[in-house]
């Protein structure tokens, strides 16, 4: 039995974050699915840490895929989509980048924001 790749995956959203390392890998999993929440963070960050459960929440409990992106390790994914802070949050629906959050957010904040998207 395979098991779970991105191809296969399909547009259901995955139920942890999956960690994203390269604009291909980005382009990939919102073009199969039909809500990403992606997380630009740094692992030097506080508020980047704080945001973490709630980031596992969303992914768990809501429609939305969440992507995770380490500036550090890809700072030319960062800068295309200009990120400048971290946290920065960018949501994406049917493949169109349609928000963008910059600091640390309250999960119901970004529950409300991901679900007039999914629902």
């Known amino acids: 039995m395979?098991?779970?790749?991105a191809t296969d995956a399909g547009s259901t959203p995955a139920n942890e974050p999956i960690h994203v390392d390269s604009a291909d890998d980005l382009d990939a999993l919102v073009s199969e699915h039909n809500v990403v929440l992606?997380?630009?963070y740094a692992d030097?960050?506080?508020?980047?840490?704080m945001l973490?459960?709630?980031?596992?929440?969303?992914?768990?409990?809501?429609?939305?895929?969440?992507a995770k992106v380490d500036v550090d390790a890809n700072q030319q994914l960062a800068s295309a989509y200009g990120v400048r802070g971290v946290p920065t949050l960018v949501l994406f629906a049917d493949g169109e980048q349609v928000e963008e959050i910059?600091?640390?957010?309250?999960?119901?904040?970004?529950?409300?924001?991901?679900?007039s998207y999914t629902n």
């Open 102 to 115: 910059v600091g640390l957010q309250g999960e119901d904040q970004l529950r409300t924001l991901v679900d």
């Open 2 to 5: 395979a098991t779970d790749t």
């Open 38 to 40: 992606t997380d630009f």
């Open 52 to 66: 973490e459960p709630t980031v596992e929440t969303i992914a768990a409990e809501t429609a939305a895929t969440v």
């Open 44 to 49: 030097w960050c506080g508020p980047c840490q």
